[in-house]
């Protein structure tokens, strides 16, 4: 093709995935010369004791918040079972866009047409009518590949675009995922901000603004606005943002909130702008009086306005606490990043939480609710893996464990109550007043029902479990002799036939 940038030579496709070996994938992906981008994701998002996906295929995270924008195009380029769960999980979250797909096979892997194809479509996709950027991810087999999306064009007729590595062999979760996507915008949007003028903000801010990083409950932003104006100070608009000028606007914040504490790309570009950046958020008396306390001095405002964002927002919070008093022993673990907040303002509410567990890794950002939790007698977990999570609830046995969707199986199991964490949080506020009194409610419920559980697990026992359960025999199911022996036999004679081809 006339003008076409030509990738460099691709070496042999590699396929596997999120089963397939990290150590394969990723000597794979540095002999293709994917090594600087994997040293940043190293770097940006250091290992735990899990080396592969324990939840949802972690692009999901970058898909998510291309979605979540306004005229911003969203194309995927791996494996198609890959893209597949994907796109089904993007639109069992409500997407509502098109999830843009270039397919390949070993062929078109091998011989570099797929970076042709994804270019081409990129081209075709590139209008600035429909689009202000268009987004590419790279998935494991691409990445491991080398695709370089590096090379395709900054800018088509001034949309951007912007290619991205997200593979499950770099990135650990999907909140991380959302970084890798948004640290990528802020630095093209600052980088033009630096080159000249850009588009006006929606609302233009007479006041020094806050940019909080996380994704949030939608009543949580205003909240956070409202304990901002005592101070003479307003919110920027939030990130992961919904359109391509918010991210002007919030890197013209005067100070960076990092109330999800992942977010290490974004706020190495807060600080290339600039821009001071604080961790924890508003939650409950004791975190609001100090993360208020932590803008003000970032944003350099005096004692005395501080002290009236306080006195305005401290009492309110307090009386919500009392109000709505929470008497359980729970055990808390996800990988949303919010972990540690919501820990924090249950017990402000009067829970007690031996265990708290984090899929995201630990950074300065959460050093704060670390440093209270663990004055407070709780064990944190950073990069908690699910093995870690339910040891600590079986060792526990609390009045209600939140977790992940296998926890709260096994918790239901063993009759435990027990709730989604992503269900309890994203659907309730977490800051301020509103916060104060979102949660007790629903512990309540839950915790009652332990009696309920205790009857179900005595209704089903002796029914067996795993492959041996079973309910209406007349004796528990037993497995033909010798089945499973032969079974391992035939495998290994399988795995050695095909070992021998080619030899
Ligand atoms: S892209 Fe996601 S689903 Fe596919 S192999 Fe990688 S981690 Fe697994």
């Known amino acids: 093709m006339d003008g076409a940038i030509m990738p460099p030579d691709v070496p042999p496709v590699v396929e596997g995935g999120c089963h397939g070996g990290r150590e394969r994938m990723v000597d794979a992906a540095r002999a293709a010369g994917k090594s600087a981008v994997l040293d940043r994701l190293t770097a940006d998002y250091p290992r735990g004791p899990h080396d592969q996906p324990q939840s949802m295929c972690p692009a999901f995270g970058s898909l998510r918040v291309g979605l979540r924008m306004k005229r911003v195009a969203t194309i995927l380029s791996g494996s198609a079972c890959c893209v597949y ?11 509502r866009r098109t999830v843009g797909y270039v397919p390949f096979n070993s062929e078109s892997l091998v011989k570099g047409q797929l970076f042709e194809d994804i270019r081409n479509a990129v ?3 590139a209008k600035p009518a429909d689009y202000d950027a268009v987004v590419v991810i790279n998935l494991c087999v691409p990445t491991a590949s080398g695709v370089p999306l590096d090379l395709l064009p900054k800018h088509i007729d001034g949309v951007r675009i912007i290619g991205i590595d997200v593979p499950g062999f770099g990135v650990p979760t999907h909140a991380e995922a959302k970084d890798v996507l ?6 093209y949007a600052r980088t033009e901000a630096e080159q000249g003028p850009v588009a006006r903000p929606r609302v233009l801010q007479d006041k020094p603004t806050v940019a909080m990083l996380g994704e949030f409950f939608p009543a949580d932003p205003p909240g956070v606005g409202a304990l901002l104006g005592p101070m003479g100070m307003a919110l920027a608009p939030v990130l992961p943002c919904r359109e391509w000028r918010d991210l002007y606007a919030a890197l013209d914040c005067d100070v960076a909130a990092a109330a999800h504490p992942f977010y290490t790309a974004s706020v190495r570009e807060f600080r290339a702008a600039g821009r001071p950046v604080v961790g924890s958020a508003p939650v409950g008396v004791e975190g609001t009086a100090a993360w208020l306390e932590a803008v003000g001095r970032a944003a350099g405002r005096p004692d005395s306005a501080v002290d009236a964002a306080k006195a305005a927002a401290l009492p ?14 729970i055990t808390l673990s996800g990988y949303e990043g919010s972990e540690l907040l919501v820990a924090r303002l249950l017990m402000e509410a009067g829970a007690e939480i031996p265990y708290v567990g984090t899929a995201c890794p630990r950074t300065e950002w959460s050093e ?3 440093a209270w939790l663990e004055a407070r007698g709780t ?7 699910l093995e870690q999570d339910l040891c600590a609830m079986m060792d526990v046995r609390p009045d209600l464990a939140v977790g992940t969707t296998p926890l709260v199986q096994k918790a239901k199991e063993l009759g435990i109550p027990a709730l989604y964490y992503t269900n309890m949080v994203s659907a309730r506020p977490l800051f301020g007043a509103p916060g104060a009194g979102a949660l007790a409610a629903i512990v309540a419920a839950q915790t009652k029902g332990a ?7 005595s209704f089903f026992e002796g029914v067996g479990t795993g492959d041996a359960s079973g309910y209406g025999w007349k004796g528990k199911p037993v497995e033909p002799q010798g089945a499973r022996e032969r079974t391992r036999k035939a495998r290994l004679a399988k795995a050695k036939s095909l070992e021998a081809v080619g030899t």
Do not use: C, E, W
């Open 182 to 187: 948004t640290g990528a915008m802020l630095k």
């Open 379 to 385: 064990h944190v977990q950073y990069r908690a893996s």
């Open 123 to 125: 081209h075709d996709i």
């Open 316 to 329: 309110a919070i307090a009386a919500a606490l009392a109000a709505n008093p929470i008497k359980a022993r």
């Open 451 to 457: 009696a309920r559980f205790g009857r179900m697990v």
């Open 85 to 95: 769960g994907l796109t089904f999980t993007a639109h069992f979250y409500g997407a």
């Open 368 to 370: 704060a609710d670390r």
